[in-house]
């Protein structure tokens, strides 16, 4: 409300000339206009992700044989020996 518009207060009621004098009135406490300000703020989270690695070494043995060939050689003697000398005569 700009202006009060009751009886006896103001202007409207002194009778007075051009610029009267206002009578002195409490002030008056008008409702409170709310402003709304917003404000973003970033905040930065650190999040700790373990990763473990297990390796697993996997040693393969491939097998081959190969043959190695030996010998062995053997003398033998043998006598023939039909006797002795007396035999021939």
Same mark, same amino acid.
């Given at each position: 409300?700009? @202006?009060?518009? *009751?009886?006896?207060?103001? @202007?409207?009621? $002194?009778?007075?000339?051009?610029?009267? %004098?206002?009578?002195?009135?409490?002030?008056? &406490?008008?409702? !409170?206009? &709310?402003?709304? /300000?917003?404000? %973003?703020? #970033?905040?930065?989270?650190?999040?700790? #992700?373990?990763?473990? &690695?297990?390796? /697993?070494? *996997?040693? /393969?043995?491939?097998? !081959?044989? &190969?043959?190695?060939? !030996?010998?062995?050689?053997?003398?033998?003697?043998?006598?023939?020996?039909?006797?002795? #000398?007396?035999?021939? $005569?």
């Amino acid at each position: 409300m700009l @202006f009060n518009k *009751r009886p006896g207060f103001g @202007f409207q009621n $002194m009778g007075m000339g051009c610029c009267p %004098e206002p009578p002195m009135c409490q002030p008056i &406490t008008e409702p !409170t206009i &709310t402003k709304c /300000i917003e404000k %973003e703020f #970033c905040h930065e989270v650190q999040h700790i #992700c373990p990763i473990h &690695t297990h390796v /697993i070494n *996997r040693h /393969i043995y491939k097998h !081959t044989y &190969t043959p190695q060939y !030996t010998a062995s050689e053997e003398n033998q003697i043998v006598n023939v020996d039909p006797g002795n #000398c007396c035999q021939f $005569m």
